[in-house]
């Protein structure tokens, strides 16, 4: 340990040093303060005469409640006096949100600051950055601003100006010229000629660009509202209009809405132009449309080399298949005052062309992949369409009906129409000017199909069938099923099938018409009726069957050729007109060259008139003898020509014929009719081979036969002659001779013998 002297004799040397110490500092002062006594003075250089201060690095703070509002920094700073502002470089704005936690960054290469009126300005480039995080890469839809000229308000954060202006988003951009942005409202406005264009999060295909007088976009909302005009354009879509707003999802657009606008996609071979009072858009993810709707005056074109398709409606709805550069057309629906309008193409001959209407409170279109042809259109309400035909020379039609549906062949060619509870009407062709319209065809049904030929879009089979109707001018029809085969020109019914007109009726299971003359087949318990024909007068001297009555008959299968003029009954024919009748297997009557002509079982009946006299036998029904009085004659036969201008009825085949007590049976028989004003009668009968005649009278029998015999109603006279002519009386016995004549009314009978026989006559005697 060191000892209390041995401390004080160490005293002695510190101290020493310390003085030592203190000396050298005092000389080096000494030395310093001469050296700067010797140096010439340094001051700050002076500001100039308007600044009052001026620092680099410079930090202005504003504060509420202890959370930053606004801080603006700057590399340098000067405070001028006159006018009174603060001038900056390098200057960085932050203008920070509620929460203090994110701010909108302001990046300028100068400003100029107002600190009383918390404006800052910068005429330069400015950059505006929003919504930066702590740490983080700038997040949120709209991205960036960039412009000059750009006025500042630091109190609530709003930026304005009038020059031009770019911006971004996440998915996009746009320009203007002017814009406006508050940050507290989170909304954009663009002043003047806004474009904003959106690529979408993955972009494909052509970008989306908006277009308007005026830009408002609203982030808190997702909505970006479009004033004065407006215009949507994608590929080969471009929509236009009033007021518009344009519906944001994830940052792409979803759906737009526009006021008076008007919208066309167009490609290389189909143009669709569309317009309404409001026009509404749905796009897809990729911001493809995939439907368009339009409300209040809605009206869609479209246009292609083979039609032109104008839709006209209260509401319009397109809907659209996303693709990866546009969008085709699938379907659409018009609702309210619908109306489609359908014109041949450019490639449709003239002569071919035609245009149709079809109009329903509902009516939806639907197209063939690729979206340029229509595959089907139908009504979901009552409607009606109109074939107009570009050429007189070709008719035109019309139907309406509960619904409507047309189907469709590749280039808008029409392949088949279905209806349902349909009304038709058809106006023939004009095959000249000068010529009078003919009558108009109608008809109702409940089903109905039409078949067209796809290559010239011609009808060529229309069915109809439960409750078809038809009627053209005078004549009608009815059937559970008409069909019309427009290749064969044949009208078709089926089942219960009835048609008449002024000349006529006729009814049968099937019934087939030629369309252009009117020749018809008529088969399965055929029924008919002709009305009396106007003839002229020398053609009514004669005839089995009155010109001024009508004519009835039924059959299992009936035939008109030659227009009409040819007509054939087959399958137990029976023709009759009052009491008289005719009956065969086939009855064939050729009315222009008045020929008539029966075969297999004939069975002829008529009534002489003026002549009162009782029937042999009741005629047979159909029908019943009037109860006019009048003289039966009823010839049987397998064979029966007739002709009216001889009046001649040739029977063939074996013949009976009965005329009141009269009995005639022979191989043939010619019967002799005559027909005036007055009268309709048997004038006179010629009976060859094997004649058998018979009279039987009150308490007599008389029979006769011969190879030929006549017979003449007026004298009531019958002539034997040929085949050794007999003739037996029950009351005065044989006459034999080459000649034999007997007259009924006087009773008389005179015979003739050929040389070298004489007549025999052997009287009985009772």
Not at 156 to 169: E, K, M, N, S, V
């Amino acid at each position: 340990m060191y000892s209390e002297s041995t401390m004080r004799g160490a005293r002695k040397p510190l101290l020493a040093g310390i003085l030592v110490l203190l000396g050298l500092l005092g000389a080096t002062y000494y030395y310093q303060q001469q050296t700067l006594a010797r140096a010439p003075e340094r001051r700050p250089a002076p500001l100039p005469m308007d600044v009052q201060a001026a620092a680099r690095d410079w930090v202005f703070t504003q504060t509420e409640a202890n959370r930053p509002v606004v801080e603006i920094r700057a590399k340098d700073f000067r405070q001028v006096s006159e006018p009174a502002h603060i001038e900056l470089k390098g200057v960085e704005l932050r203008l920070f949100d509620a929460n203090g936690l994110t701010y909108d960054r302001v990046n300028s290469a100068s400003a100029e600051f107002d600190q009383t009126a918390g404006q800052l300005y910068s005429d330069g480039a400015v950059e505006i950055t929003l919504d930066v995080p702590a740490g983080q890469a700038p997040k949120g839809r709209l991205v960036s601003i960039q412009s000059s000229g750009v006025r500042f308000d630091t109190k609530t954060g709003r930026a304005t100006t009038d020059r031009f202006t770019r911006f971004r988003f996440e998915a996009g951009g746009g320009e203007s010229t002017g814009a406006t942005y508050d940050p507290a409202t989170r909304e954009l406005r663009l002043h003047r000629h806004a474009r904003i264009e959106w690529t979408g999060a993955a972009p494909a295909g052509a970008p989306t660009v908006v277009e308007a007088a005026e830009v408002l976009y609203r982030e808190t909302e997702s909505r970006v509202h479009l004033r004065q005009w407006s215009r949507l354009r994608r590929a080969n879509t471009i929509i236009e209009g009033g007021d518009a707003t344009v519906v944001l999802e994830e940052g792409v657009i979803r759906m737009v809405e526009a006021d008076k606008a008007r919208g066309k996609d167009s490609y290389p071979n189909r143009q669709i132009e569309y317009e309404a009072e409001k026009l509404y858009a749905q796009l897809s993810p990729g911001m493809q449309f995939e439907k368009v709707t339009g409300e209040r005056n809605a009206r869609l074109i479209s246009t292609s080399d083979t039609a032109r398709t104008t839709i006209t409606s209260d509401r319009i709805e397109l809907r659209l298949k996303p693709l990866e550069s546009e969008s085709e057309l699938e379907e659409a629906m018009a609702l309210g005052h619908s109306r489609i309008e359908m014109r041949a193409g450019e490639k449709t001959p003239p002569e071919r062309a035609e245009t149709r209407i079809l109009t329903s409170e509902a009516i939806v279109l639907k197209m063939r992949p690729g979206g340029q042809d229509i595959s089907l259109l139908e009504t979901h309400a009552p409607g009606k369409i109109e074939f107009i035909p570009a050429a007189a020379t070709r008719p035109r039609r019309e139907m309406a009906a509960e619904r409507l549906t047309f189907h469709y062949a590749p280039d808008n060619r029409l392949e088949r129409l279905n209806a349902y509870r349909v009304t038709t009407r058809t106006e023939p062709p004009l095959v000249k000017p000068q010529d009078a319209p003919a009558p108009a065809t109608t008809t109702a049904s409940k089903e109905f199909v039409a078949h067209f030929d796809p290559d010239t879009s011609e009808m060529v089979r229309l069915e109809q069938w439960d409750g078809f109707q038809y009627q053209e001018g005078a004549r009608r029809a009815t059937a559970y099923r008409g069909e019309t085969d427009a290749a064969r020109n044949l009208f078709l019914l089926t089942g219960q099938a009835r048609v008449w007109d002024e000349s006529g009726t006729l009814a049968a299971h099937h019934i087939r018409m030629d369309r252009v003359t009117g020749d018809t087949v008529a088969e399965g318990d055929v029924s008919a009726t002709r009305a009396p024909e106007k003839r002229d007068r020398k053609q009514q001297q004669s005839g089995l069957f009155s010109s001024q009555q009508a004519l009835q008959s039924r059959s299992q299968r009936l035939v008109t050729g030659e227009r009409n003029r040819r007509i054939l009954y087959e399958g137990g024919a029976v023709l009759w007109q009052g009491a008289n009748r005719l009956q065969a297997e086939t009855v064939e009557i050729e009315r222009e060259k008045g020929l008539l002509a029966a075969s297999g079982n004939v069975d002829t009946l008529f009534q002489e008139e003026g002549r009162p006299s009782a029937p042999n036998g009741t005629p047979p029904s159909p029908p019943a003898p009037p109860s006019r009085a009048g003289e039966f004659v009823r010839v049987k036969s397998q064979g029966l020509t007739y002709s009216d201008e001889s009046g001649v009825a040739h029977y063939s085949g074996g013949v009976w014929l009965t005329r009141g007590s009269l009995e005639v049976r022979a191989r043939e028989l010619r019967a002799h009719f005559v027909k005036t004003e007055q009268e309709s009668r048997l004038d006179r009968a010629f009976a060859d081979g094997n004649v058998q005649i018979a009279r039987s009278g009150p308490g007599f029998t008389r029979t006769g036969s011969a190879e030929h015999a006549e017979y003449y109603s007026e004298e009531e006279k019958t002539v034997l002659h040929g085949g050794n002519p007999v003739i037996q009386d029950s009351r005065r016995g044989v006459t034999r001779g080459s000649r034999l004549t007997h007259y009924a009314k006087e009773d008389k009978l005179l015979a003739a013998g050929a040389a070298p026989e004489p007549a025999v006559t052997r009287i009985l005697r009772k």
